[in-house]
Nanobody, 119 residues
Framework: QVRLVESGGGLVQPGGSLRLSCAASGSIFSINSMGWYRQTPGKQRQLVARITSGGTSNIADSVKGRFTISRDNAKNTVYLQMNSLKPEDTAVYYC?????????????WGQGTQVTVSS
């Protein structure tokens, strides 16, 4: 089993910054992509950023230029640096890891961390 634990969420003023972390543990031989998704009430969970094991990243247009994703493969940890935060960034942020096993890729999700941007 694979567990993902997020940290770093909280309350921040507009224009402020937060850094989210997600550490994976358990039966892990390798991890393909890792990513951050967010969800607000009444909306579908949406991709914020994703990064491959090789370091190639994909950033959603809504946060491009403000958010940066990175990972530390030795620690099985992915980070999301969030700058110039806006009220519309308020959401529960979820970490996902894609773990290959016997030729099949399985997705594992964290429990989520709340990010609230408000003055």
């Amino acid at each position: 089993q694979v567990r993902l634990v997020e940290s770093g969420g909280g309350l921040v003023q507009p224009g402020g910054s937060l850094r989210l972390s997600c550490a994976a543990s358990g039966s892990i031989f390798s991890i393909n992509s890792m990513g951050w998704y967010r969800q607000t009430p009444g909306k579908q969970r949406q991709l914020v950023a994703r990064i491959t094991s090789g370091g190639t990243s994909n950033i959603a247009d809504s946060v491009k230029g403000r958010f940066t994703i990175s990972r530390d493969n030795a620690k099985n940890t992915v980070y999301l640096q969030m700058n110039s935060l806006k009220p519309e960034d308020t959401a529960v942020y979820y970490c996902k890891a894609a773990v290959p096993r016997e030729g099949i890729e399985y997705d594992y999700w964290g429990q989520g961390t709340q990010v609230t941007v408000s003055s």
